[in-house]
């Protein structure tokens, strides 16, 4: 039963890095996701069987660690916070630059960037020019 879940962790954390390597936002995002169901899946897996019941064992059956539950539901809910703030800004940047791709979007800002700096460069020599007028 271990070696299940831990082929499936491995599975899910290969496609989540998969996705991670592509140049699209929203698959950057999905990787996210898919890792961060991966590692939960690991926590499950490890906490499967404690032994039997601490308190008032009815049967001699393995008994699941609750810990483990508690803590993977804990990361679900986290994950899942994450994954809405990073929605949030993909879908800020999208409308911000027109593109969920990180080259157009990093070619964008570079010009952006350029086109401040001209814009400072050309105030810079406007108060120049204005300080030598009055001096």
């Known amino acids: 039963m271990n070696l299940i879940f831990a082929l499936a962790a491995g599975t899910l954390f290969g496609a989540g890095a998969y996705l991670l390597m592509h140049r699209d ?5 999905l990787g996210v ?8 899946l690991t926590v499950m897996a ?13 049967s ?3 008994v699941s660690d609750s810990l483990a539950q508690a803590m993977a539901l804990t990361a679900i809910v986290i994950g899942l916070a994450v994954l809405a703030l990073l929605l949030v800004l993909v ?22 960037e350029a ?16 300080e030598e007028l009055h001096a």
């Open 25 to 29: 936002l929203v698959r950057v995002v």
């Open 33 to 40: 996701a898919v890792i961060s169901q991966s590692a939960t």
């Open 46 to 58: 490890s906490g499967l069987t404690r032994g039997s019941a601490p308190i008032y064992p009815l």
């Open 60 to 62: 001699e059956l393995p």
């Open 91 to 112: 879908l800020r940047v999208v409308r911000a630059f027109r593109s969920s791709g990180l080259d157009e979007v990093a070619a964008e800002e570079v010009a952006m």
């Open 115 to 130: 086109e401040l700096e001209r814009r400072r460069g050309y105030e810079h020599d406007e108060e120049e020019e204005e």
